[in-house]
Nanobody, 124 residues
Framework: QVQLVESGGGLVQAGGSLTLSCAASGRTSSIGVMSWFRQAPGKERQFVAAKFSVGSTYYADSVKGRFTISRDNAKNTLYLQMHSLKPEDTAVYYC??????????????????WGQGTQVTVSS
């Protein structure tokens, strides 16, 4: 059993920055990959960024160059640093964990655990 608790969401002006955090607890001895997804009202949940335990990172084209995913392994905490935010970044952001990665890091069905989500709103 793994629990994921997200924090850091809020309201920010376009062009601004925001950092999200995701703290993992419970059975965290095996973590293949941790990722961020986001979902706007009426839309599908979309992949944002992935961080593998060995260090590899991947980003959606829509956020590449603006967002940075990182991990503090000592704290089992995942971060998402967001810069140059746009109104289209507005969504509920979710943290996800896959214990044993076997492919498909950008697919929601690949993950075992999800956080409750944190709202990010970017104003014009």
């Amino acid at each position: 059993q793994v629990q994921l608790v997200e924090s850091g969401g809020g309201l920010v002006q376009a062009g601004g920055s925001l950092t999200l955090s995701c703290a993992a607890s419970g059975r965290t001895s095996s973590i293949g990959v941790m990722s961020w997804f986001r979902q706007a009202p009426g839309k599908e949940r979309q992949f944002v960024a992935a961080k593998f335990s060995v260090g590899s990172t991947y980003y959606a084209d829509s956020v590449k160059g603006r967002f940075t995913i990182s991990r503090d392994n000592a704290k089992n905490t995942l971060y998402l640093q967001m810069h140059s935010l746009k109104p289209e970044d507005t969504a509920v952001y979710y943290c996800a964990l896959d214990s044993y990665y076997s492919g498909g890091y950008s697919s929601t069905s690949s993950y075992d655990y999800w956080g409750q989500g944190t709202q990010v709103t970017v104003s014009s």
